[in-house]
């Protein structure tokens, strides 16, 4: 009989691991990809939403669509995992795995923040990026705050990018001069992994009347104040509050008990984690790389290799290089690429390529190389 693998979650690395497998392994797994979404949306295309420049229906991958032998999507919610046995119940039904994956992502906890439910807006969620594409043309004056909330969170480059192109849009509004935009990140430069892109960054913030606020998290919002506070006890005053939530594992991942400390600890070599034949990939992880969908991807590739590796007794694969390619958006319609490597040398390194019109166009064609190879047709 056939492995039976089943992966929760179709994100990036869901979808990159049900892909290889259905290439490598067809004939020799079955493989369930669950996920609760019908549709799979790039991380990244919160901002084409929130600035208007692309509708939700045109950046929607539907998971109908998927052309993958060997693979079965299947639209649940998963309400239990047992990792000791590999049972996994959805709303529909149950699973009995002889491989598990677990590839839920992260989930934000806007109530962790006092005041942010009341008084602060976010780009991290479809539903906050199509508030603001609302909201945004009728802010013309006044002071935004982009803060981080707390830590881990997605993408370490994204309240930056954020910066840049809400003054490129508010510049093509005209209304650039009377608005304020500051951006609190808790670390001493942008991107920590990569001097090089923090300095571009940080040119294109003075180039741009950007002001960065280094080595601070925002605590909460006083709403009737219309103040930000920071974890040193000082305050800054906002019109508009743009947060990066505080983060955490989805509640069912929660009740498993595969996190610890928060996020599921994982073998660093191939992802496994302290439950037999149950694996972790992603940003519900604690791996020692970003929150992003390239290490999420880089990650889903790892399994993949191990797992055909093991089924077709065959040698053991090199092992997660925690490498992958970030894009940075800088506006004008320019993106740079920091190539960070996590994992392969003695520390990690981030060599940055400068922001440009062809890195644009690399970036478009690198989303549209995954959208083919994850869903086939
Ligand atoms: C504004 C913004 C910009 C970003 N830009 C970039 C970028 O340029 N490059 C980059 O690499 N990353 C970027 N990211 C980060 C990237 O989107 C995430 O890190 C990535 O999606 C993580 O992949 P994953 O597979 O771990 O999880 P996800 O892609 O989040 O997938 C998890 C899946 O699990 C499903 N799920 C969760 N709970 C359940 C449940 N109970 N039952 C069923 N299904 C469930 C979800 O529906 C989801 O489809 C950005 C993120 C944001 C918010």
């Not at 295309?45 to 999507?73: A, C, N, Q, T």
């Not at 920071?230 to 906002?238: E, I, K, S, V």
């Not at 972790?280 to 999420?296: E, H, L, N, Q, R």
């Amino acid at each position: 009989m056939s492995t039976h693998i089943v992966i929760l979650g179709a994100g990036f690395g869901g979808l990159e691991l049900s892909s290889r497998l259905s290439s490598a392994l067809a004939d020799d797994v079955r493989v369930t990809l669950i996920d609760k979404n019908e549709a799979f949306v790039f991380g990244f295309s919160k901002f084409d939403l929130m600035f208007g420049r692309e509708g939700l229906e045109e950046m929607r991958s539907y998971y109908r669509d998927i052309i993958k032998p060997g693979v079965e999507f299947r639209r649940e919610l998963v309400v239990s995992i047992d990792p000791g046995t590999r049972a996994v119940e959805t709303d529909r039904g149950t699973y009995e795995a002889d491989i598990l994956v677990v590839a839920l992502g992260a989930d934000y906890n806007f109530s962790a923040t006092p005041g942010f439910v009341e008084s602060g807006q976010e780009f991290y969620s479809i539903d906050g990026a199509l508030r603001l594409r609302e909201l945004l043309p009728s802010f013309t004056s006044g002071a935004v705050i982009i803060g981080v909330l707390g830590e881990p969170f997605k993408c370490p480059p994204a309240p930056s990018e954020a910066a840049m192109l809400l003054d490129e849009w508010l510049t093509s509004r005209d209304v650039r001069s009377a608005v304020q935009i500051s951006v609190v990140l808790p670390w001493d430069m942008p991107i920590p992994v990569s001097a090089s892109a923090s300095q571009a960054i940080l040119d294109r913030f003075a180039e741009r009347r950007i002001t960065f606020v280094p080595n601070q998290v925002v605590t909460g919002l006083d709403p009737a104040k219309n103040v930000a506070l920071l974890r040193d006890g000082t305050h800054l005053a906002y019109d508009l509050f743009l947060g990066v939530p505080v983060h955490r594992v989805p509640a069912v991942v929660e009740a498993s008990g595969l996190a610890v400390d928060g996020w599921i600890p994982v073998d660093r070599g191939n992802l496994a984690t302290r439950f037999r034949d149950v694996y972790a990939i992603g940003d519900v992880t604690s791996a020692p790389v970003p929150k992003a969908g390239m290490f999420a991807e880089s990650a889903g590739r790892a399994v993949a290799e191990h797992l055909i590796a093991q089924i077709r007794d065959g040698v053991s694969p090199a092992p997660f290089d925690g490498a992958a390619a970030c894009y940075i958006e800088f506006g004008d319609h320019k993106v740079g690429r920091v190539d960070a490597d996590f994992l392969t040398g003695p520390s990690p390194t981030g060599p940055f390529t400068a922001p440009s019109l062809e890195t644009a166009q690399e970036k478009k064609a690198h989303a549209a190389t995954r959208r083919q190879r994850w869903f086939g047709g």
